[in-house]
């Protein structure tokens, strides 16, 4: 018995110490972590983000560990920090897991210190200063900065090379010109600019080059040695070749390409009109980059009379998905960088299947993709598109498109890669009729009738022809509907003076007894105007008339009658009318919309364009009552009109030197914008005076100013454009008005709370604007904007007021903020699924509302897409991210997502990433309630782990408090970015 009970405690106590052996990691992992704050900062004093560990070690084992915020609003789970107006204490919990056990939370203690007002104006103002300058690698001429900034902000300029570089004294309007003095070598210079504001400064540096008056670079004498440039100084500068016996092989309608036995390359411009296929021709130009490629520009070309041609291999393609992957792996897709040298051009005979993108209408929907694929799979930065993007300036581009969904065989010039298509672009060089194709009979007679035109209009009489025969032994029979008018049996044409008539041809094209009907509507004399209100129908040719009224100076004229008003476009057009300012004319286009603004395209019977005298029509003044945007201006887009208002940001785009002048009403708080394009032709003539560049180049934040202007639009929002009829008057605008606009600009993030929290209450506004808050009910605290609910469900209305302050002007403006519960908030989840082969877009399917798409209930959520001046809406892709396009300007695509009556959104929270890891900067704008005024910007960082292409693109959490009606994401970035959202957690309760 004693033995038994002995081996009892034996077992017992063996099994104790392996119970006592058994390590909790979790706890003890939760008690190695350790915030790590930025340099100066301690938990009671926080200014900076913070590094809140993932994982700890102990003893070899790795723990993992989770943080979650008081409010995130300030830090976030990830320690991210937003500095609010005031003192912020925050409570973040750590917990500690390792395999299935989980720790007891353990919190610390942060105190994120208030935003110095003035510091956060200075570092604003420092981010958005920019130079006024093209290419600060290449500046070549004199160019101007700003030495007063908004809220007070003064800038003083200091050069590193004044001899090179000299900054003048500021004028009346605080503009100090930058002399440039160029020498026999290139000059480095550094501007630095101090920006000051009381007693805080902040400084910011630009570095330019000053290219040297004479620069000598090694003599470029082969399209081998233009190929393996790689210097990056190059770009910009004026580096001359001459090609010696080089042959043409292939031309565009605006380009041909050369082979000189050492490589292909392109001359674009110039004389390249001279070069004819097949001969032989000296070539001198300069060269420029472009999208991947140097192409001779300017070129001078002489022939070489008698020399033999000499052409490039042609390579024979049967798959074009094996030819791409060829390509990238030769990495001819990284060719956007001059570092990386040229793609040289290839000359290929490819075969497969011609492809056109479902309801795109743009100039880049024609591709060539395997014979065995059904679409197009696009592409994305890195990634190729599976097809050959055919470039729209092609011969016999209208041709292709005759072949759409057809397996075709044809010659075609691989010529670069197009990084804002992310495919292969090409020319098709095989001719009028240099396409093999796999067709039946019925194929067969709707090419052959695709290819049969009449004209739309006749104004005079003549004859027409009536083909009765075409390729591959098709026979077409033509009949009239008015013989008398146009008689097919003999192709006359009769006029009759002072009328128009329609007449119905009709062509049967015959093949084997398969057959096709093509019918042509051709109206004979010259028709009666459509009034410009009328001009509706996208794609339909328009005849209309009326006065010319002014053009932007970058093939965009005006044209105005009694009902509305129009733009016409084309460079080949804007001679003709530029002539008729002031000129009744009437003339015949395409209705073609663009960005919101209503535009004829393809103006082709400018014989009867001038009608005689008018004079141009008086301004029509923009007022406070009408709604500044597209809907409330619809009917003056086009029109010359007249905007009054303060100006509150001038921005001149760093790239391009574009300027952007915003313009508020100081009674309604609306705003637009006042734009120039760099490029147009604004030189001084009579038609352009420099004067009008030159009083908008003079405008800064606090003038009063009277624009008169054509109003246009831009990525369907309304904006003026600076035309050849603008006059601009300014004043410096008084207190009163500036505390107005400062009033009417003064929002707040939200007027409802349904739980405890902090409204913002901002304490300076437009202008320099001081803002006092007083509160009317305990339950909003006007010093702290802390938010309390009241103690039963109900709902109170608390009147906040606003005491508005600029100079010696005092003006008030109240709030009313709803605080409590009137409705039990739910959550739901926006997402894509994702997975393989689902991939769209958010309106390919047509749908107004795209709720269902991304789970979201379409009878309590409308979701939509808008791409702006883009080419794609919202992408839907297979890892189930939710894509917002880059636009240039940052004017991406953006997702609206608004909830029905009867309800209101609490509160969101993005799952957002990036897709491309070297670009400085990913920023998303939200908006709520379509109020610009109080968007938010959040930077999507680099994450550090950058090695494969899942692990760069790591998501980011942001939650923003929203209180309304409808919230809209923008993709922002300045720089070519997608902006990712893996899922949208939307709280939101009933009213």
């Given amino acids: 018995m004693k033995k038994i009970l002995f081996m009892i405690f034996v077992f017992i106590g063996f099994a104790f110490l392996v119970s006592c052996n058994k390590t909790d990691y979790a706890k003890l992992g939760i008690e190695e972590v350790a915030i790590t704050y930025a340099t100066g900062d301690n938990s009671s004093s926080v200014t900076k983000d913070l590094k809140l560990p993932t994982n700890v070690t102990v003893e070899g084992k790795e723990v993992s560990i989770a943080w979650k915020s008081s409010n995130t609003a300030v830090v976030s789970n990830s320690g991210k920090v937003t500095r609010a107006t005031e003192n912020k204490n925050v409570t973040l919990e750590a917990v500690a897991t390792y395999g299935k056990k989980e720790s007891q939370p353990r919190n610390f203690a942060v105190v994120v210190l208030a935003l110095d007002p003035s510091a956060g104006l200075l570092q604003d103002a420092k981010n958005s200063l920019i130079l006024s300058v093209a290419d600060p690698g290449n500046v070549v001429s004199d160019f101007t900065v700003y030495t007063q900034l908004p809220n007070n902000i003064s800038v003083s300029w200091s050069s590193s090379e004044p001899g ?31 920006l000051t504001l009381g007693n805080l400064t902040e400084t910011k540096t630009f570095t330019i080059l ?25 770009d910009g500068k004026v580096v001359s070749t001459t090609i010696k016996n ?32 097949g001969k032989v021709y000296d070539v001198k130009g300069t060269l420029e980059w472009y999208f991947g490629l140097w192409e001779i520009c300017d070129s001078i070309v002489t022939e070489v009379v008698g020399a033999a041609p000499a052409y490039p291999t042609k390579e024979v393609v049967t798959s074009v998905e094996a030819k791409i992957d060829a390509l990238n792996a030769a990495n ?10 040229s793609l040289q051009p290839q000359i290929i005979t490819v075969t497969g299947k011609v492809y056109l993108i479902p309801a795109d209408a743009t100039n880049y929907n024609t591709w060539i993709i395997d014979s065995t694929a059904t679409a197009l799979v696009q592409g994305a930065a890195e990634v190729p598109a599976r097809g050959f993007m055919i470039y729209y300036h092609t011969l016999d581009f209208a041709y292709i498109k005759t072949f759409a969904g057809k397996q075709v065989t044809l010659d075609l010039v691989v010529y670069t890669y197009r990084t804002n298509n992310f495919g292969y672009a090409a020319y098709y060089v095989g001719g009028p009729s240099g396409i093999t194709a796999i067709l039946t009979d019925q194929d067969i007679v709707e090419i052959e009738a695709a290819k049969l035109s009449q004209p739309r209009t006749v104004l005079e009489s003549g004859t027409l022809a009536f083909p009765t025969t075409g390729a591959d032994g098709t026979s077409i029979a ?20 002072g009328e128009s008539t329609e007449v119905i041809l009709t062509a049967v094209v015959t093949l084997n007894g398969a057959t096709f009907t093509r019918t042509f509507h051709v109206v004979v004399g010259e028709p009666d105007a459509t009034p410009l209100n009328a001009v509706t129908t996208t794609s339909k040719y328009y005849w209309v008339e009326g006065i010319v009224t002014g053009h932007n100076g970058l093939d965009t004229i005006f044209v105005e009658d009694a009902t509305g008003a129009i733009a016409v476009y084309g460079a080949s057009f804007l001679a003709p009318f530029v002539a008729l300012l002031g000129h009744n004319v009437k003339f015949e286009g395409k209705y073609s919309p663009y960005g919101g603004l209503p535009e004829l395209v393809d103006i082709t019977l400018s014989q009867v364009l001038d009608k005689g005298e008018a004079s141009i029509p008086a301004y029509l003044a923009i007022v406070s009552s009408t709604v500044w945007d597209v809907a409330g201006l619809v009917d003056h887009i086009g029109r010359l009109v007249q905007v009054e208002g303060i100006v509150t940001a001038v921005d001149v785009n760093a790239t391009y030197g574009n300027i952007t002048v915003t313009i508020i009403d100081p009674v309604s708080g609306q705003s637009i914008n006042l734009y120039w394009d760099a490029r147009a032709l604004f030189g001084g003539t009579a038609e352009t005076p420099a004067s009008i560049v030159t009083a908008l180049k003079g405008l800064a934040a606090g003038d009063y100013v009277t624009v008169t202007s054509h109003l246009a639009a831009s990525g369907n ?39 405890a929290g902090t409204i913002a209450l901002p304490t300076t506004g437009l202008f320099g604007a001081t803002v006092v808050w007083s509160s009317d009910n305990a339950l909003i605290d006007a010093a702290t904007g802390a938010v309390v609910l009241p103690v039963e469900n109900v709902i109170i209305v608390v009147i906040l007021s606003a005491s508005i302050t600029v100079g010696e002007e005092t003006i008030i403006k109240t709030f009313e903020i709803r605080v409590g519960q009137d409705g039990a908030s739910q959550t739901v989840v926006a997402k894509w699924p994702g997975g393989s082969g689902n991939t769209t877009n958010m309106h390919t399917n047509g749908d107004a509302n795209a709720a269902s798409l991304i789970g979201l209930d379409p009878a309590v959520f409308t979701v939509v897409s808008d791409k702006g001046g883009g080419g794609n809406h919202v992408g839907l892709n297979q890892k189930g991210h939710m894509a917002l396009y880059y636009l240039s300007g940052g004017k991406g695509v953006i997702l609206s997502i608004t909830i029905a009556e009867g309800y209101e959104i609490d509160s969101i929270t993005l799952l957002a990433a990036r897709n491309n890891t070297t670009a400085p900067n990913a920023i998303f704008t939200l908006t709520i309630d379509g109020n610009e005024e109080t968007k938010e910007e959040s930077e999507i960082t680099v994450a550090a782990s950058t090695t494969s292409l899942a692990d760069p693109y790591v998501t980011q959490e942001f939650s923003f408090v929203i209180g309304g009606k409808s919230f809209a994401l923008q993709n922002t970035c300045l720089a070519n970015t997608q902006i990712w959202f893996t899922q949208i957690s939307i709280v939101f309760h009933a009213l």
């Fill in 717 to 755: 929002k309304p904006r003026l454009v600076l035309s050849n009829a603008a006059v601009i008057v300014e004043r410096a605008a008084t207190d009163a008005e500036k505390a107005q606009a400062a009033k009417a600009a003064l929002v707040l993030s939200s007027s409802k709370f349904s739980a």
């Fill in 164 to 194: 090179s570089a000299n900054v003048g004294e500021p004028n009346a309007s605080n503009i100090a010109t930058v002399a440039i003095n160029r020498s026999d070598a290139d000059v480095t210079v550094v501007l630095t600019a101090t």
């Fill in 246 to 277: 080089a042959t043409v092989f292939a031309k565009g309608d605006d380009a041909a390409f050369i082979y000189d036995g050492t490589g292909v390359t392109e001359v674009y411009g110039g004389q390249f009109t001279n070069l004819a296929v």
């Fill in 210 to 234: 000053i290219p040297a008056t004479t620069v000598l670079f090694p003599a470029i004498s082969t399209i081998a040695e233009i190929l393996a440039i790689t210097d990056v100084a190059l």
């Fill in 478 to 497: 033509w009949s009239s509907d008015k013989e008398g008018t146009i008689s097919v049996a003999t192709g006359a044409v009769t006029v009759a003076p």
């Fill in 332 to 341: 001819e897709h990284k060719h956007a960088d001059i570092i990386n040298g």
